[in-house]
């Protein structure tokens, strides 16, 4: 059994302005600072091996946080949230305004569409798999934490439960809190959500 905390990085100041910025590199906020301690907290209590997370600022600092320098840490750029490319940093609203013709075909095929100089959520899936195949061949019946975002990990979750692509979004991982689900070689299993404690 190959044990994997799913944490969502911090709050960044993207967060509270409502903008799409899966790339866009941006640190936390105080807010995100002091979510991130909290679940360090947690953490005093949980046995892991290895810690990985995405590149992106928010998420390192985040896992830096929880690891206190105590653990290596593994970096893999898979673990990126959807490019969304021209519409990086900009609110529902603005996209309304500047680029409603390609929203509308991203929402009529919201699997294989994609902003202008973005990624599709297909792409975005299949990088997130292989890093999925990847990390639990490699790391077979250890504890993970994973640091990453929002949409990297619902689809995370949907690969290793082997749900059709479209339940990803049942999933919302909230700031700061860690999701527990255990790998066996023939399913997986969800033991929480969005936990603290």
Same mark, same amino acid.
């Given at each position: 059994?190959?044990?994997?905390? !799913?944490?969502?990085?911090?709050?960044?100041?993207?967060?509270?302005?409502?903008?799409?910025?899966?790339?866009?590199?941006?640190?936390?906020?105080?807010?995100?600072? *002091?979510?991130?301690?909290?679940?360090?907290?947690?953490?005093?209590?949980?046995?892991?091996?290895?810690?990985?997370?995405?590149? !992106?600022?928010?998420?390192?600092?985040?896992?830096?946080?929880?690891?206190?320098?105590?653990?290596?840490?593994?970096?893999?750029?898979?673990? $990126?949230?959807?490019?969304?490319?021209?519409?990086?940093?900009?609110?529902?609203?603005?996209?309304?305004?500047?680029?409603?013709?390609?929203?509308?075909?991203?929402?009529?095929?919201?699997?294989?569409?994609?902003?202008?100089?973005?990624?599709?959520?297909?792409?975005?899936?299949? $990088?997130?798999?292989?890093?999925?195949?990847?990390?639990?061949?490699?790391?077979?019946n250890q504890s993970l934490?994973?640091?990453?975002?929002?949409?990297?990990?619902?689809?995370?979750?949907?690969?290793?439960?082997?749900?059709?692509?479209?339940?990803?979004?049942?999933?919302?991982?909230?700031?700061?809190?860690?999701?527990?689900?255990?790998?066996? *070689?023939?399913?997986?299993?969800?033991?929480?959500?969005?936990?603290?404690?």
């Amino acid at each position: 059994m190959t044990k994997l905390y !799913l944490v969502r990085h911090g709050e960044t100041e993207f967060n509270q302005k409502g903008c799409y910025y899966g790339w866009t590199d941006c640190s936390l906020t105080p807010n995100g600072i *002091e979510q991130a301690a909290a679940l360090k907290e947690a953490f005093k209590e949980i046995q892991y091996d290895t810690l990985i997370s995405s590149d !992106l600022k928010r998420a390192l600092e985040t896992a830096r946080i929880l690891s206190c320098g105590m653990k290596d840490l593994t970096v893999d750029q898979r673990l $990126r949230e959807l490019n969304f490319g021209e519409w990086e940093g900009k609110t529902y609203q603005e996209i309304m305004e500047q680029h409603k013709a390609h929203w509308d075909l991203w929402v009529e095929d919201w699997l294989n569409a994609k902003p202008t100089g973005g990624e599709s959520i297909k792409e975005m899936y299949d $990088r997130i798999c292989r890093f999925v195949d990847d990390t639990l061949k490699k790391y077979e019946n250890q504890s993970l934490v994973i640091v990453s975002h929002n949409g990297a990990l619902r689809m995370i979750a949907v690969c290793l439960l082997g749900l059709s692509l479209d339940k990803m979004f049942c999933f919302n991982f909230d700031h700061g809190r860690y999701s527990l689900l255990e790998a066996y *070689e023939e399913h997986c299993s969800i033991k929480c959500i969005n936990n603290i404690e």
